[in-house]
């Protein structure tokens, strides 16, 4: 059974930044393309950005150029670094497998707000 445990979200003020980690358990990494997902209130689940194998990678246009997706294969984590973040941004964010799991972790919480 995977298990993946998001970490690094927190209050911030617009402007700043955050690292976003998601260590991943249970399941070969290395091999899967990895998303990082985010869900505001109210609102649906999305995508922002994407890691292929390879370390390929590719953003919603809300993030581009502020976001960066980057993966550590030995750890089988997943990072997002956030900067020049904005209240739109408030979420939790997820990550999982490029066509997810059945399973997702508690997400961590990112507060944009001044």
């Known amino acids: 059974q995977v298990q993946l445990v998001e970490s690094g979200g927190g209050l911030v003020q617009p402007g700043g930044s955050l690292r976003l980690s998601c260590a991943v358990s249970?399941?070969?990494?290395?091999?899967?393309?990895m998303r990082w997902y985010r869900q505001a209130p109210g609102k649906q689940r999305e995508s922002v950005a994407r890691i292929t194998s390879g370390g390929r990678t590719n953003y919603a246009d809300s993030v581009k150029g502020r976001f960066t997706i980057s993966r550590d294969n030995a750890k089988k984590t997943v990072y997002l670094q956030m900067s020049s973040l904005k209240p739109e941004d408030t979420a939790v964010y997820y990550c999982?497998?490029?066509?997810?799991?059945?399973?997702w972790g508690q997400g961590t919480q990112v507060t944009v707000s001044s």
């Open positions: 999982n497998r490029d066509t997810p799991w059945d399973d």
């Open positions: 249970g399941s070969i990494f290395n091999i899967y393309a």
